[in-house]
């Protein structure tokens, strides 16, 4: 049964992916700011898919019959340092954002809602991934340290991705 608890944790839920949309967004403003194409664009195509992530869950309490509920979305920060301290806030970020589906996923499983706890499989697959490709890119920057030409590298590599 689709209760009002798990409509409000999905509310809620639909709130954080929107905000990490903003915050990515901003982060792609910063790297735009620096001259770091690929880094902007890499963290546009990620801004993209945490509004998607939000229309997932937003379309989805619909088809349960549901009220959506859109609250304030939170300031991101605009200053940014390096590169590298830039990917350790989206996996710190991201991390928190996995703690938060989990929450979920065990609400929904107290609750005995077991289409939302279906639901959440693709999210919680899906923050395996995020973790994986922003830690891989963390790697990669602690690799390189301080050389130009290195991060030179990873920003055209990090321009290759396109939209999913
Ligand atoms: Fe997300
Ligand atoms: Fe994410």
């Given at each position: 049964?689709?209760?009002?608890?798990?409509?409000?944790?999905l509310?809620?839920?639909?709130?954080?992916?929107?905000?990490?949309?903003?915050?990515?967004?901003?982060?792609?403003?910063?790297?735009?700011s620096?001259?770091?194409?690929?880094f902007?664009?890499?963290?546009?195509?990620?801004?993209?898919?945490?509004?998607?992530?939000?229309?997932?869950?937003?379309?989805?309490?619909?088809?349960?019959?549901?009220?959506?509920?859109?609250?304030?979305?939170?300031?991101?920060?605009?200053?940014?340092?390096?590169?590298?301290?830039?990917?350790?806030?989206?996996?710190?970020?991201?991390?928190?954002?996995?703690?938060?589906?989990?929450?979920?996923?065990?609400?929904?499983?107290?609750?005995?809602?077991?289409?939302?706890?279906?639901?959440l499989?693709?999210?919680?697959?899906?923050?395996?991934?995020?973790?994986?490709?922003?830690?891989?890119?963390?790697?990669?920057?602690?690799?390189?340290?301080?050389?130009?030409?290195?991060?030179?590298?990873?920003?055209?590599?990090?321009?290759?991705?396109?939209?999913?």
């Amino acid at each position: 049964m689709f209760t009002k608890k798990v409509q409000d944790g999905l509310n809620d839920q639909i709130n954080k992916e929107l905000f990490s949309s903003y915050l990515y967004l901003a982060m792609s403003a910063h790297f735009e700011s620096v001259n770091l194409s690929g880094f902007a664009g890499w963290m546009k195509v990620q801004s993209q898919e945490e509004t998607e992530h939000g229309m997932k869950m937003y379309q989805y309490v619909f088809e349960r019959g549901g009220r959506v509920v859109l609250e304030a979305i939170a300031k991101p920060a605009a200053e940014y340092k390096t590169p590298l301290d830039v990917m350790k806030k989206v996996l710190e970020h991201e991390k928190k954002v996995t703690a938060s589906i989990e929450a979920l996923y065990e609400l929904a499983l107290k609750e005995k809602d077991y289409a939302s706890e279906v639901m959440l499989h693709w999210f919680i697959k899906e923050q395996v991934e995020e973790e994986k490709n922003v830690n891989d890119i963390i790697e990669l920057l602690k690799s390189i340290g301080d050389n130009p030409a290195g991060l030179a590298m990873v920003d055209q590599r990090l321009g290759f991705r396109k939209k999913g």
